[in-house]
């Protein structure tokens, strides 16, 4: 006999919300990945530990980064001072969070300034290509071969030394290879049918390259920003250690780095505190920006 196919026989189309498989944003797989990445989870927990310890640490000490102490001299580790004192008989745990705050700062407003200039000097190049794209090209070539160092020295002739143009002078040379990996990604991502859509719209050109090709390119710029603020700190700590950084009394990490090095053979402290936490933030730094670049980076994705 055969069955007879009824309603109660057949199966509920009715399916249920536990049933359903929710679909996930590229944000939200690429959080996934660099949440297994442990290193990087490492990299980014020091990095917020650090800069807290950072800008809180001066605010409840007892000591200021400034505080002459010439009795005291310099003297090693002890219960007053974890960290020691200079040869002034200043706080060295104070002056090395103080410091921090200027490298950190110097690392992310520098950044800041070749992520803006850079991205948009990329995109525009790769988007109008042709002549306008190789004259845009031919001066970053002309930038890239000048001297850093000496590029900074003219500066400062001219300008005098402050902190503010320390940020512009790291800042308008780190922007160059930005610009160039922007280019790019633009010139791919402009080949693609959205972008031939929105040109057959009508959309302005302005309107194309910043709200429909920069948003799609923000992986790798989110990456290589996350690789140039340790760029930009060793740029500092190398300034600060031929004495073009941060002046007196004011400290950074090279400008520590530095006092420590002539005094090492004395002094230990001085050089091995604030050259072992320059160098674990680095190593932070670098281990959170090789997470990303896996994380952000679709074709890493097994599924």
């Not at 300034?113 to 990329?122: F, H, S």
């Not at 057959?200 to 390119?217: C, E, V, Y």
């Not at 140039?228 to 520590?256: C, D, K, N, R, Y």
């Not at 053979?265 to 281990?287: C, R, Y």
């Amino acid at each position: 006999m055969t069955a007879s196919l009824s309603p109660s026989n057949l199966p509920s189309a009715t399916v249920t919300p536990e049933q359903l498989e929710h679909g996930t944003s590229l944000w939200r797989d690429a959080w996934h990945r660099l949440a297994k990445n442990k290193l990087a989870l490492f990299g980014g927990v020091t990095i917020v530990v650090l800069g807290l310890a950072c800008v809180v640490g001066p605010l409840l000490s007892s000591y200021s980064y400034e505080q002459i102490n010439l009795a005291l001299g310099a003297s090693a580790p002890g219960a007053q001072h974890w960290l020691g004192t200079d040869t002034l008989g200043r706080d060295q745990l104070v002056r090395i969070l103080v410091g921090g705050r200027i490298s950190i700062g110097v690392g992310l407003c520098a950044t800041f300034v070749a992520l803006t200039i850079g991205v948009v000097y990329g995109a525009v190049s790769g988007f109008f290509g042709g002549k306008v794209d190789a004259c845009m090209m031919r001066i970053v070539d002309i930038m890239y071969a000048l001297p850093f160092t000496i590029f900074v020295i003219l500066l400062m002739v001219f300008f005098g030394r402050n902190i503010v143009l320390l940020f512009v002078a790291i800042g308008a040379v780190e922007w160059l290879t930005m610009s160039r990996i922007v280019r790019g990604q633009i010139q791919s991502l402009k080949k693609m049918e959205f972008i031939e859509a929105a040109q057959a719209m009508g959309l302005g050109k302005r309107r194309i390259i910043f709200r429909h090709m920069i948003p799609n390119i923000l992986g790798p710029i989110i990456v290589y920003t996350t690789l140039t603020i340790p760029a930009v700190m060793l740029l500092e700590a190398f300034l600060s250690f031929l004495g073009l950084g941060v002046q007196p009394p004011l400290s950074s990490w090279g400008v520590l780095i530095k006092d420590g090095a002539e005094k090492m053979e004395e002094f230990w402290w001085l050089l091995v505190f604030p050259g072992t936490i320059f160098s674990l933030t680095l190593f932070s730094l670098n281990f959170l920006g090789d997470g990303l670049r896996d994380a952000l980076d679709v074709r890493s994705a097994k599924d």
